[in-house]
């Protein structure tokens, strides 16, 4: 059941808070749930797990792709791994380990990939990932997801621990914003309308989603009704629900923090192209660009990802 937070835009649980409580609940009643962490203990709080529970922690060091491997030979024994690393450490470089070791060897690993997109802030170009959904959406089987808040956070953590196969989600650790309500509840590869409207179709995932509501708010002004749809599960993509929201809009606009390819907005396209729909289309993420360093707020600006420039969007596309 979906419900919104009675706060909605305010400052909620920090997204590495939400991680670290519901692994620890979890390895509570299933010794077989593991957190591998490659030296970024204090970063994401997971030491907490390795005080209180050090039996099922394991410190890979910085040394990702042997942490994915390491996941799926306890897979292979029978247990349920959490991995945790930067976005680029979890995705672009131990891809291989992933694909085979993991997909292709039909083991589960669970992988966290922290601080996408402009949320790395003075990590800076390094360590900044927009090709994250990207890469992953390509390994057959696998289930990608972007998280709104700590409380659908924590709910994707759980679904993980339920399933077969490889699963990434992509997560600041710091800052969240509240979205939704203590209460809410999901369904994997469904996505949420969070917001009725007319005139334009917004679909963004993640921490995005609070700049979007936000955009909305200023369009209404403006006399332009948008619908809002949070569509954390990128893959796999609740394409039926595209395809009927999309149909009687006059623009659909995808908002996310990702380059442009390969993200939400080619999954979405893909699907509306091969349906025959054809509406008004804009895809609003980070188009050939490197990371930079810099402040979160001020990375948000420099790669044009703020509620004013989504408004901008909506209102071009509309023109």
């Known amino acids: 059941m979906i419900t919104l937070s009675k706060n909605l835009g305010a400052a909620g649980t920090a997204y590495r808070d939400a991680f670290v409580n519901t692994l620890l609940s979890l390895m509570e009643t299933d010794k077989r749930v593991l957190m591998i962490e490659a030296d970024l203990g204090g970063a994401n709080g997971s030491l907490k797990i390795q005080k209180e529970q050090p039996d099922q922690f394991i410190q890979a060091g910085i040394s990702e792709q042997n942490m994915m491997g390491m996941a799926a030979g306890l897979s292979s024994e029978g247990f349920i791994p959490f991995c945790h690393t930067f976005g680029p450490f979890a995705t672009r470089r131990a891809f291989d380990q992933i694909f085979l070791s993991g997909g292709y060897a039909h083991n589960t690993i669970n992988i966290w990939g922290s601080d996408p997109g402009f949320t790395v802030g003075a990590n800076g170009g390094t360590h900044t990932t927009w090709e994250d959904v990207a890469i992953m959406r390509t ?181």
């Open 139 to 319: 390994l057959p089987g696998a289930v990608v997801c972007d998280a709104a808040d700590a409380v659908q956070f924590a709910w994707i953590i759980r679904q993980f621990a339920q399933m077969d196969g490889i699963h990434y989600v992509r997560a600041g650790r710091k800052t969240s914003y509240q979205i939704y309500g203590d209460d809410a509840t999901f369904e994997m590869g469904k996505g949420n309308i969070i917001r009725e409207g007319t005139d334009a179709l917004i679909i963004s995932a993640g921490q995005l989603l609070k700049d979007a509501m936000c955009a909305a708010d200023e369009l209404e002004k403006q006399g332009v009704s948008c619908e809002i749809i949070d569509m954390f599960c990128i893959k796999p993509l609740d394409s039926e629900l595209v395809i009927r929201e999309a149909q009687g809009k006059r623009a659909v606009v995808t908002f996310e923090n990702h380059g442009v390819i390969g993200g939400l907005g080619s999954a979405v396209a893909e699907t509306l192209f091969e349906a025959g729909v054809f509406v008004p289309f804009k895809r609003h993420g980070v188009d050939e660009r490197f990371g930079q360093v810099g402040t979160v707020d001020w990375l948000q600006e420099e790669f044009k990802l703020t509620a004013s420039d989504l408004v901008q969007t909506v209102t071009q596309l509309l023109a």
